[in-house]
């Protein structure tokens, strides 16, 4: 423990020499005695300083430098047993690692240029275009509903009162039924102008054991549960099965997404075919056949 703790403050000194010195600004290389050694390869102060954020604790400073030494030791230690045991063909390593450049470069210019260009504001009449040319792909694969629902305590008060409000809904006021669950139920859903799936909603109440959750949509408005614990209000405003088309509302962001992922797209394509076009009247590549 103290041997660590010495070299943790060693360390410590050791790159807080280089920082102070703005050391890491200069390319000269190395500027000291290396702090680890694995065959051939070196670990230098200044590699260490460039990675370390700045206002840690001392502590917290140790437990980073000691795992970025450990991390580098590890790792050159898995490079060179890889080297002994498998037969790498160098060039192809060579041509993996020029491609994956180019990937990354071609990645960022892409990305720069898309975010430059993209135009991220899809309206009401684009999201409704979109829905409607394509609702056979928004088929529901679970039960929805819009509706009212209370998980509230066997021994809160006035339970009467409200069951007859959430029974009643919507020919009863939305802010008593608020009021009284935000004093007493353990978890409610009183949105009704919102989209649920019905299991995320039943789970954990003697709901979710239905077997037959779709004839029990089609056959029920006001639902009453209980447990040892708790009474389950449930009453159901609306409610589409799975299979059927989802209401828009329902998909809204997913089809802007989709419509934003789409000019990315096209963005995308007319960046290359920009770039292509340009080449091309410029002359600055040629294509030579036989």
């Not at 660590?4 to 060693?10: A, C, D, G, N, T």
């Not at 989209?195 to 789970?203: A, Q």
């Not at 003697?206 to 614990?229: G, I």
């Not at 394509?269 to 410029?282: D, G, M, R, V």
């Amino acid at each position: 423990m103290k041997r660590s703790y010495q070299k943790s403050l060693f360390l410590l000194l050791f790159l807080g020499f280089f920082l102070s010195c703005d050391y890491l600004n200069k390319k000269q290389g190395p500027t000291s005695g290396p702090i680890a050694r694995v065959g051939d390869n070196f670990l230098f102060g200044e590699n260490i300083a460039q990675d370390m954020p700045l206002g840690l604790s001392f502590s917290d400073s140790s437990r980073l430098v000691d795992k970025y030494v450990d991390d580098w030791v590890k790792k050159q230690l898995l490079i060179i047993k890889a080297n002994e045991e498998l037969s790498i063909n160098a060039i192809n390593i060579d041509r993996k690692v020029e491609d994956y450049r180019y990937a990354l470069i071609m990645h960022e210019f892409e990305k720069i240029y898309i975010d430059s260009h993209l135009n991220t504001q899809v309206t009401q009449e684009e999201i409704e275009s979109y829905y409607h040319e394509r609702s056979e792909n928004f088929l529901l694969k679970q039960n929805i509903v819009k509706c009212i629902f209370a998980k509230i305590p066997r021994s809160a008060p006035d339970i009467s009162q409200i069951r007859r409000n959430i029974r009643n809904f919507p020919n009863t006021e939305i802010e008593d039924i608020k009021n009284y669950c935000y004093q007493f139920a353990d978890l409610s859903f009183l949105d009704d102008s919102v989209w649920i799936d019905l299991d995320e909603l039943v789970i954990n109440t003697p709901l979710a054991t239905l077997q037959n959750k779709t004839q029990f949509l089609e056959k029920t408005v006001y639902s009453e549960t209980r447990d040892d614990s708790y009474i389950y209000l449930f009453r159901i405003v609306e409610y589409k099965i799975s299979d059927q088309v989802a209401p828009l509302e329902y998909v809204k962001e997913d089809i802007e997404n989709i419509i934003i992922n789409k000019r990315k797209l096209a963005l995308k394509k007319e960046l290359h075919e920009t770039i292509y076009e340009e080449a091309l009247k410029t002359k600055k590549f040629e294509v030579y056949r036989n």
